[in-house]
C-alpha cells in the first residue's frame, strides 16, 4: 500500500506513524487485511480515528468505532448509525464521496486543510482514509484518522458555536 502523497504533504508526524503501520501491515498487499488491525497498535491515535464498516461494496456505510476527536467536531456520538441515515436527516451529507472514492480506488486518500466555525475561528486539520480489506479483492472497512493543531479538549471551547466547515487545501 502507497503512502507517498501522505508522506508528501501531511505535517502530523502521528498520521505518517500510521501510514508506516498500514504500508507494513499490508505486505505489500493492495491492502491491509481487516482481520490484522488491531487499535490498541494505534493507541495513542485512538481518540481520533473512526472504523466504517462498507456495507453492500459501497451503497451504505455503518459508523463502528467512533472517537471521542469525532465525536467533539460533529457534536454527538454516531456509533451503530448508518451514513444514509444520517444524510436523511440532513447530518455528514459531504463524506460520501470521499467514502465511494476509497472503495473503488482501494487506495488511501488523504486531505489537508482548516475546520472552519461559525464566527470565523479556524484550525489546521488533517484526515487519512486507509482502505482495509477481508480478501484483497474489496474494501469491507475505512479506517480514518485525523489531526488538528489544537488539542482535543480545545475543540470543546467550539460547542456550541455550530459545526465547522471542512475547506481543504
Known amino acids: 500500500m502507497d503512502f507517498s502523497s501522505l508522506y508528501a504533504a501531511s505535517s502530523r508526524v502521528d498520521l505518517m506513524l500510521i501510514g508506516k503501520h498500514f504500508e507494513n501491515l499490508s505486505a505489500g498487499a ?25 456495507l453492500d461494496g459501497g ?45 473503488s480506488t482501494r487506495k488511501p486518500l488523504f486531505h489537508a486543510g482548516k475546520l472552519v466555525w461559525p464566527g470565523g475561528k479556524s484550525v489546521r486539520y488533517e484526515r487519512l482514509l486507509v482502505p482495509l480489506s477481508d480478501d484483497d479483492e474489496g474494501v469491507s472497512q475505512i479506517l480514518v484518522a485525523a489531526g488538528c493543531d489544537v488539542a482535543l479538549d480545545d475543540l470543546t471551547l467550539h460547542k456550541g458555536k455550530g459545526r465547522p466547515q471542512l475547506i481543504l487545501d
Open 59 to 103: 451503497v451504505d456505510y455503518r459508523f463502528r468505532l467512533f472517537g471521542t476527536f469525532w465525536e467533539k467536531l460533529y457534536g454527538f456520538d454516531i456509533t451503530d448509525q448508518k451514513l444514509s441515515e444520517l444524510e436523511s436527516a440532513g447530518h455528514l451529507t459531504t463524506l460520501r464521496g470521499d467514502y465511494d472514492t476509497v472503495v
Open 30 to 54: 493492495l491492502m491491509p487485511r481487516r482481520r490484522g488491525f488491531r487499535p490498541a497498535a494505534v493507541s495513542r491515535m485512538l481518540g481520533k480515528i473512526y472504523l466504517i464498516d462498507v
